[in-house]
């Protein structure tokens, strides 16, 4: 493990910053609470002479604090971590020494962050999601409003066709719905937007433009796949890959006792997507529709043998991004034919 002068914690809040500093044997040698901008934090980093390490939780400020000290090089090594589990009274001191001495130790456990022009992704996707989880929820109102009153209403011509309106008998449900009509057009104009930008970012980003040929892959679950990524340099092997995507389990053991599999932290944003992709391409004709096909012939179950697509799909959405090259269904079928082969 690398050696720094100075282990930096620092509780990072949208008006001040606690920051403690201690040295390589756990010894407080600075304590500091200054306003949250950029002059006050870059000059208390650079009044440190030696080789700095500095850690922060993973909170909205995170990553604009990471690009600040990576654009200036103020620090020699930069974690942003996951917050931890709070232990006892809470204090902003306490918090950013504890921050401080696992990042001393080496125990904490780091979020992604990079200065990468596809960061601003996140932001994009994120925006996309909390107005998919509104206009979710506008639309669970807006038919309630009719079973309430034992009126069938289904599909999505209730949204778009203010007539429906005229079959509530109560004044005041007529007007509640009218409210939640107009939220529920607004908020499409809105979607509408989005689309529009992850069109756009088809064209922007090469590798969008790969993986939208993999079986599966609209131009929304692009978007939000490479939006969450990033960089597909993160995993090293595909089965880093399927942990991150919530795609695989590990087996827990304690005195050589299994007490059963339990998945790996990650995103469920990315194993909906590979779940959502497998049910479109086991319905199509291509490479993972044979080996959907093939499994179930051979006894495997429903549900492991989308499970194997759902891997096969991450795999190869990786291999195209790394490689830079678009897919093709006859080079799928040929590694599968190889994979069948070196099992017999």
Not at 257 to 284: D, V
Request: proline fraction near 2%; charge should be positive.
């Amino acid at each position: 493990m690398e050696n720094y002068k100075h282990y930096i914690g620092i509780d990072l809040h949208s008006k001040h910053c606690y920051i403690v500093v201690m040295n390589k044997s756990g010894k407080i040698t600075k304590r500091a609470k200054i306003i949250t901008n950029e002059k006050d934090i870059l000059e208390i980093l650079c009044s440190l002479k030696g080789k700095k390490a500095v850690t922060f939780e993973e909170t909205t400020l995170a990553h604009w604090m990471y690009i600040l000290l990576i654009s200036h090089n103020v620090a020699d090594k930069i974690v942003v971590c996951s917050q931890k589990t709070k232990t006892g009274p809470k204090t902003d001191y306490k918090d950013a020494t504890e921050l401080a001495d696992l990042l001393r130790v080496n125990r904490l456990k780091p979020v992604f962050h990079e200065d990468n022009p596809r960061m601003e992704l996140r932001t994009l996707v994120s925006g996309y999601n909390d107005l998919i989880k509104d206009l979710t929820r506008m639309k669970n109102r807006d038919k309630a409003l009719y079973r309430k009153s034992a009126i069938p209403v289904g599909g999505k011509k209730v949204y778009k066709d203010t007539s429906f309106n005229n079959l509530l008998i109560s004044k005041t449900d007529r007007f509640v719905e009218k409210q939640y009509f107009n939220q529920i057009a607004l908020l499409e104009e809105q979607k509408e937007l989005y689309l529009k930008k992850f069109e756009q970012n088809i064209k922007k980003f090469p590798e969008m433009k790969n993986i939208i040929t993999v079986p599966g892959f609209s131009i929304v679950r692009t978007n939000i796949l490479v939006g969450i990524i990033i960089t597909p340099w993160r995993f090293p092997t595909k089965y880093n890959f399927f942990s991150y995507a919530e795609l695989t389990k590990h087996e827990q053991t304690s005195d050589g006792k299994s007490y059963g599999n339990k998945k790996a932290y990650g995103r469920s944003e990315l194993k909906n997507i590979f779940k959502a992709a497998t049910q479109n391409t086991i319905r199509g004709k291509n490479a993972f529709n044979r080996k959907y096909n093939e499994m179930r012939i051979n006894g495997s179950t429903d549900k492991s043998a989308q499970n194997a697509v759902a891997k096969a799909l991450a795999s190869t959405v990786l291999a195209v991004w790394k490689t830079g090259k678009k897919y093709k269904d006859y080079y799928r079928e040929v590694k599968q034919k190889e994979n069948s082969q070196n099992r017999t």
